[in-house]
């Protein structure tokens, strides 16, 4: 009985071996990623339909080993603190403006100069091409891994407080401006009083007066119901902000090369998908804003030109401050696709 005992236990003991050594051979051993992605855009967004569509790409291209968990509408905090929180590797994925990132990346402000890009076509190229990957590549001492360029605007200005058809018209209305020193002094310098503040906080703001008006795309006007409160929409396509998708560098260290390159390829067809419903969708946002009651109109060709005299004065100690070389060499980007021989 104690013989047949022991080789009941040993039978076990050998069986028990055989599976634990099944449990973890190289084939098994990867375990399902869950991760998560943040983002501010409201659910009917270009982007935040993008942010989806990059999930099921990254899901199918890494065979179901590795799944994105989308948080939108700013759910996980402002822009910065969802920033933050990819450094760490507390957030994996993060899609939006890098301008709470500005003030330690000073080559970032190039976005803010006003007028920079006249089409979305030329921004695309620029951002595409060698100074684009450039600035994505300047991150990673922040801890973060850029992926691409994922989509851009051009912003407009709508305020509370009257028609703006002139320069002049800007004197003394408090906006929001992104957290970033060159849009809060371009902004001063069109006589404006600019505010810098967390884009969770506007709506509040400009509901209870606190704000006059802030500037953005008309899509996310749209889109985040600022037609309620705000009455009238300048037209003015003063700054191009492009957003941008990374990740955070401990998930990214995390992967296998082959789950890196199947990362990057579903973020580089997220681009397009992203880029071609934020078009499809601006054409149809400014009917929408008026439709919903907003005032439209276009600031005149001469009182833009006079914005452009205004401002000149930051945009030359700011190309100093950021770096001369570079911005001549982004410009030169620029020109190159306007005039291509």
């Known amino acids: 009985m104690a013989n047949y005992s022991r080789r009941s236990l040993a039978a076990a003991l050998a069986a028990f071996t055989v599976l634990s050594a099944v449990a973890i051979t190289p084939g098994d051993a990867q375990e399902v990623k869950t991760t998560r992605l943040g983002h501010s855009f409201a659910d009917s967004h270009p982007r935040a339909e993008a942010m989806k569509f990059f999930a099921a790409e ?17 759910v996980l905090g402002s822009e910065e603190k969802m920033l933050i929180a990819a ?4 957030v994996d994925f993060y899609m939006g403006a890098l301008s709470p990132l500005a003030a330690r990346q000073k080559k970032l402000q190039i976005f803010d100069f006003p007028f920079l890009f006249a089409t979305d076509a030329e921004a695309a190229a620029v951002l595409d091409g ?13 801890n973060l891994h850029g992926l691409v360029w994922s989509g851009g605007a051009f912003r407009n200005m709508s305020n509370s407080r009257r028609p703006l058809n002139a320069l002049a018209d800007m004197k003394g209305l408090k906006v929001r401006v992104m957290q970033s020193p060159m849009a809060l002094a371009s902004f001063n310098a069109m006589g404006m009083n600019a505010v810098p503040m967390a884009f969770t906080e506007v709506y509040t703001a400009l509901e209870t007066r606190a704000l006059d008006g802030y500037e953005h795309p008309v899509v996310d006007m749209y889109a985040n119901k600022m037609y309620e409160v705000q009455k009238y929409l300048t037209i003015t396509n003063h700054v191009y902000t492009p957003v941008v998708l990374v ?10 090369p082959e789950q890196q390159a199947a990362v990057e390829k579903a973020a580089e067809e997220t681009r397009g998908f992203q880029r071609a ?7 149809q946002a400014i009917d929408e804003l008026k439709d919903s009651g907003m005032q439209i109109t276009e600031m005149p060709p001469a009182e833009l030109d006079k914005i452009r005299a205004a401002i000149q004065p930051v945009l030359d100690k700011n190309t100093d401050t950021i770096g001369r070389d570079f911005v001549e060499a982004f410009y030169a980007d620029i020109r190159k696709f306007r005039q291509p021989n």
């Open 87 to 90: 450094q760490s590797g507390t």
């Open 277 to 283: 419903a934020e078009l499809r969708q601006a054409g």
């Open 130 to 142: 060698p100074r684009g990957r450039q600035l994505l590549d300047d991150l990673s001492p922040l």
């Open 58 to 74: 990254v899901e199918k291209r890494t065979d179901g080993k590795i799944k994105v968990a989308v948080y939108g509408n700013a």
């Open 247 to 256: 990740t955070s560098a401990k998930f990214w260290n995390s992967l296998t």
